[in-house]
């Protein structure tokens, strides 16, 4: 079926409904890609009318959309799904430790080849992926995705500052030399317990000197705030012993984790808050007043008990948030439908309004809000011409969307992974009649059920 043409033909791909997110739906729309690039999308009379004799591609019964951007993912985590399902997020993160430490590079990899397959099945273009073996960039480029791939850093004894940081810049020139055009590198100091605040000051530093992005987990869990406020709980008992930190000393800091980040300068409009569940209002104010963005991963702060995030009042103060669908580890699969569905469900139920948020306000989250919270919406997030094609096609056909009222009702309310069939990355067919293009789907689970045994073992 379609494949990519030659750089300079036009191919134009028509649906049911086109939905461009910055102008309404389009029935019986059309998008013309050349190249990498979207060169118009408009109703369809109109754009086989402006080029005659190109390629059509008629998708019938489909919604065609901007790829989803997910802000925040771990995809060498893939083989973790399902392995702790019932912990709170202290003996989450302890059981998940001691898991880790059973699997090497290749591990990793292969765990992140799954989980860039899934990220192409359920229709993410872009990740915003942590990564802390680094094996994670293999599987990016392979798979035909974009993304920013950050670097993880981790240490809390100042005495080894400048070896952590020396490493992490050797880390990064070696990444650097891996990347293609549709990867970018950045950097992610884990969390506030498992990164000193000159090391969070040092990679801020080092990123601003040469203009990378930074993101972070923040505010989390109950269990961080009293880490910081208190410097005691499970964070600075358990955890410390369990990675024999527990020799270092620590202190209580007496602030919220944001307003303590806030002190060491590492807040801009280049830092990316993950998750933001433990967040006041005047903790939004300081990240709203820096231009933070923010990556709402409702379905794994539900799931591993941290809570729920205050959505509508990081949107109310003007703040950037995109979804994240963190590790499958915590929320099991990466799955944008998944996110928008818990995010509408549990804001308008704890909030006992309909009004906070609605389906078009999801889809705008998943598309081109997730694009300007990693400031990427120049490029992506829109079926707009001028940017780089980069979208996806859902298959309504089902009887459990017949009959289509509303497009952005069918994709919230409706839609699963396993609707997507079509998914493009820079004018690239990687996944194509539900058939992936750029990675062997035998393999890859043949590959992780060794995981999964090293996993048990
Ligand atoms: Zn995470």
Not at 37 to 49: H, Y
Not at 159 to 178: G, I, P, V, Y
């Amino acid at each position: 079926m379609a494949e990519t043409g030659a750089p300079e033909e036009i191919q134009v791909y028509r649906a049911t409904w086109v939905m461009p997110i910055t102008s309404d739906p389009i029935y019986d729309g059309a998008v013309a890609v050349k190249g990498d690039s979207i060169v118009a999308v408009a109703p369809f009379d109109k754009v086989s009318d402006a080029f005659p004799g190109a390629r059509v591609i008629d998708f019938q019964d489909a919604l065609l959309l901007p790829g989803f951007v997910n802000c925040h993912s771990h995809l060498e985590y893939a083989c973790f799904r399902g392995l702790i399902d019932n912990h709170n997020f202290g003996p989450w993160i302890l059981e998940f430790i001691g898991f880790k430490a059973r699997l090497n590079g290749p591990d990793y990899a292969a765990s992140a080849y799954l989980g860039a397959a899934e990220c192409i099945t359920s229709g993410i273009t872009t990740v915003g992926d942590a990564m802390y073996s680094g094996e994670s960039l293999k599987a990016i480029r392979q798979s035909g995705l974009r993304a920013r791939a950050y670097q993880e850093a981790l240490g809390i004894d100042d005495a080894h500052l400048d070896d952590t940081m020396a490493r992490l810049s050797e880390k990064l020139d070696e990444l650097r030399e891996q990347t293609g055009d549709l990867i970018e590198i950045g950097l992610f100091p884990h969390a506030t317990y498992t990164v000193s605040a000159s090391l969070y000051r040092a990679i801020a530093e080092y990123a601003r000197e040469r203009g990378m992005m930074v993101a972070s987990h923040v505010a989390e869990s109950n269990e961080e705030t009293i880490y910081i406020r208190s410097g005691t709980g499970m964070l600075a008992l358990d955890l410390r012993e369990k990675v024999g930190w527990d020799h270092l000393s620590r202190q209580p800091f007496g602030v919220t984790p944001v307003k303590y980040l806030q002190q060491w300068n590492v807040f801009g409009p280049d830092f990316m808050a993950v998750h933001c569940v433990h967040v006041g209002p005047r903790d939004i104010d300081v990240m709203a007043s820096h231009d933070v963005s923010v990556a709402h991963c409702p379905k794994s702060n539900a799931k591993l008990g941290c809570g729920i995030a205050p959505l509508p009042a990081l949107l109310e103060a003007g703040m950037r948030v995109g979804f994240g669908t963190d590790s499958p580890a915590s929320s099991n699969i990466m799955d944008m439908f998944g996110e928008m569905r818990t995010a509408i469900f549990l804001h308008r139920g704890v909030r006992r309004d309909t009004r906070v948020l609605n389906a078009a306000d999801c889809v705008l989250m998943a598309t081109l809000g997730g694009a300007r919270a990693m400031r990427m919406d120049d490029r992506i997030g829109s079926l707009e011409p001028g940017k780089q094609a980069d979208m996806i096609a859902v298959d309504i056909k089902f009887n459990h969307f017949t009959p289509v009222h509303d497009p952005y009702s069918a994709l919230v309310y409706g839609a699963n992974q396993e609707d997507v069939f079509f998914t493009m990355v820079d004018g690239r067919v990687v996944y194509d009649r539900k058939v992936l293009k750029t990675l062997d789907n035998e393999k890859m689970t043949a590959d992780a059920l060794e995981v999964k045994n090293k996993l048990r073992s």
